[in-house]
């Protein structure tokens, strides 16, 4: 079965600093790996996914992800941070093709991004 | 127009209620899904669907129930609702050749 641990809770960043969100996957098969982001009140909308494509994933509104498999982790940046990236991230985890699993995606405890002017 | 819309978006209701939950989608998605969120807990999965004949329980789907009345139909119930199911819940779907889901908007229910 496959897990997903987001490190940290909540992030804090002033405007315009680095964001780095963690995290750490385990499959004992080939992981899809995506990352999702909540806005308040709203729904979750896809960030970016990897799918065994290129390691280093570009998503929406500047951020990316790189796959690392000796580390299980897939990561989430950002160069700067934004009033409007403040939100909560959730990483999630689906196995590959093949088995009645396939699909089913196993989401993070999620981590609030707060980003002071 | 959303892809995929969930009914309610609010309720209030009280202990031992029957609730029922819907979800539409005309995204031409096969497979749906319904989760719940709590607050450090993340998204956990209730029950999922992989086509109209296919209901699957998912890792918390005591004191849940489901109907796939179509393919772009997939409602949750709560035979008899207990404050402890006070959550957001979401609906989602996907195609069977992709792992990407897409999230309704949600419903929050509260049970006093």
């Known amino acids: 079965a496959q897990s997903v641990t987001q490190l940290g809770s909540h992030v804090s960043v002033s405007e315009g600093a680095l964001v780095l969100l963690r995290c750490n996957y385990s499959?004992?098969?080939?992981?899809?790996l995506f990352w999702y982001v909540q806005y308040p009140n709203q729904g979750l909308q896809l960030l970016l996914k990897?799918?065994?494509?290129?390691?280093l994933v570009k998503g929406i509104n500047g951020f990316e992800a790189e796959f690392k498999k000796s580390e299980t982790s897939f990561h989430l940046t950002k160069p700067s941070a934004h009033m409007s990236d403040a939100a909560e991230y959730f990483c999630?985890?689906?196995?590959?093709?093949?088995?009645?699993?396939?699909?089913?995606?196993?989401f993070g405890q999620g981590t609030i991004l707060t980003v002071h002017p | 127009d959303a892809d995929v819309t969930q009914t309610p978006r609010n309720r209030i209701t009280k202990t031992g209620k029957r609730i029922m939950l819907e979800c539409s989608q005309t995204?031409?998605?096969?497979?749906m899904y319904w989760y719940r969120q709590d607050p450090g807990l993340g998204l956990r999965l209730i029950y999922y669907?992989?086509?109209?004949?296919?209901?699957n329980k998912g890792e918390i789907s005591d004191g849940y129930s489901v109907s796939r009345q179509a393919q772009a139909k997939f409602s949750l119930s709560l035979e008899s609702a207990i404050p402890n199911q006070t959550a957001l819940y979401f609906c989602?779907?996907?195609?069977?050749?992709?792992?990407?889901?897409?999230f309704g908007p949600g419903t929050r229910l509260t049970v006093l």
């Open positions: 499959s004992s098969v080939p992981p899809y």
């Open positions: 999630a985890v689906s196995v590959g093709a093949g088995g009645t699993s396939y699909g089913k995606l196993t």
């Open positions: 989602a779907t996907s195609d069977h050749r992709t792992a990407e889901q897409f």
């Open positions: 990897y799918t065994s494509a290129a390691t």
């Open positions: 995204k031409g998605h096969d497979r």
């Open positions: 669907s992989f086509d109209v004949k296919d209901i």
